[in-house]
Every structure is written in structure tokens, then in C-alpha cells.
């Protein structure tokens, strides 16, 4: 990591609104899907309202549905700045869950391949295990190496390719 700031993960908060919305920005130039679209809903009353859902536990409205899994929506701050957004799903719902996993993840992408990454996911280990959580399942797409060397350098075990589709890791506490 190149910053000597401590890093904290928080609940999404209005107060990093403007660190929020360069991230969401820079995600949508290289064309990553996102819930919220900058080029739509561009205004601080939208992204607030994105905001004030992720703070409650919903990403998407099919979160708001009660066969949902809970979630807790986390971002990575260093300096005041966004660097990462990561959840946790506090259980394992459906096909979803299956190919989901408990944990979801991404780094800003000007913070790419400097251990953010590992370091987040590290931190929200930290939060499963206090919440008691045994283990955990974590995926990511067979071609995505540098998301694999994450999970497996926070002790993640390869168990299966699920579906063809979704790299699947246990992690246990």
C-alpha cells in the first residue's frame, strides 16, 4: 500500500458523498456495472438517496425484498477518500448466495494492484469473525487472478468452479 493514513472501514455515510461519486465515475469509464449510473443519476439528492440504501443494507431493490439476504455495506477510507466497497451477507440465500458467496468486493480503480484489496478483505474477515461467523464463502470469475491471490493470501480454500461460472473459496475463522 502506498498511503501511511490508517485505513477504516465505515458504513456508506453522505459525508464521503463527493469520494463516492469520483469512485462510481471512475467505475463507469472502464465500463463496470453499477447499481447507481452517474451519467443518470447525477444529482446529490440521487446518489444520496444510493447512499442512505447502502447504509440501511440495499444495493439493489431485489434487496429490499424479505427473502433477501441481510447485508451490511461497508467502503474502505483512507484520507477521507474512498477506496473500496465491500459487503457481507450475513447468510447465504438461494442460487444467489451459492454463487455470490458472503462477502462481495471492489477497489477504486486508480487503487488497483497496490494490497487495498487484501487489506479490505482482511478487515471485513476481521468483522465476520466478530459477528460469529465460522466460515465464510467467498467467489470470483476464474479469470479474475488478482481477486483469487486476495482470497487465498486471507487463508481462502479453493472448494469448486460452481456452475462453470463462479470460482468458489472457504474461508474458515
Known sequence: MTSSAEARLVIPSPLYRDSIRDYLISCAE???ALPWD???DSDDQQLNLYINDLARGYWTPSDKQP???PVTHYWYIIDSHVIGRCSLRHSLVGNFGESHGHIGYDIHPHHRKQGYGTAM???LLDIARKR???SVLITCSPENTASRRMIEACGGIERD???G???R???HM
Open 165 to 167: 461460472e463462479y470460482l
Open 169 to 171: 473459496f472457504d474461508v
Open 67 to 69: 427473502t433477501a439476504s
Open 121 to 123: 478483505l482482511s478487515a
Open 161 to 163: 468452479l460452481y456452475e
Open 38 to 40: 452517474p451519467s443518470v
Open 132 to 134: 460469529g461467523m465460522e
Open 30 to 32: 472502464i465500463n463496470e
